[in-house]
Nanobody
Framework: QVQLVESGGGLVQPGGSLRLSCAAS????????MGWYRQALGKERELVAT???????NYADSVKGRFTISRDNVKDTIYLQMSSLESEDTAVYYC????????????WGKGTLVTVSS
């Protein structure tokens, strides 16, 4: 059974930092493009950052220079280091795994809430 379990969310003040983790089980992360998406209240889910199995990264324009995605294929875990957080970053953050050779094979975590507020 495949599971993606996010952790690290919480309440942080504007300008602060937070690191999210996503631990995968039941899959080998090295075969997947791993990513983070987020969904704010009343808005559609949007891409935050991805890390392909070949090592390429991609970021939403809104987080470039502030967020960093990384992965540890030995631990089957990905991370999202978030800095200079803004109130607009408040959302539920979801971990995603998409198979590198078959995009129909895709998994989602249940999400972790990040709230940026003073």
């Amino acid at each position: 059974q495949v599971q993606l379990v996010e952790s690290g969310g919480g309440l942080v003040q504007p300008g602060g930092s937070l690191r999210l983790s996503c631990a995968a089980s039941g899959i080998f992360c090295s075969l997947y493009t791993m990513g983070w998406y987020r969904q704010a209240l009343g808005k559609e889910r949007e891409l935050v950052a991805t890390f392909t199995r070949r090592g390429s990264t991609n970021y939403a324009d809104s987080v470039k220079g502030r967020f960093t995605i990384s992965r540890d294929n030995v631990k089957d875990t990905i991370y999202l280091q978030m800095s200079s957080l803004e109130s607009e970053d408040t959302a539920v953050y979801y971990c995603n795994a998409k198979h590198g050779l078959d995009n129909d094979i895709e998994y989602w975590g249940k999400g972790t809430l990040v709230t940026v507020s003073s």
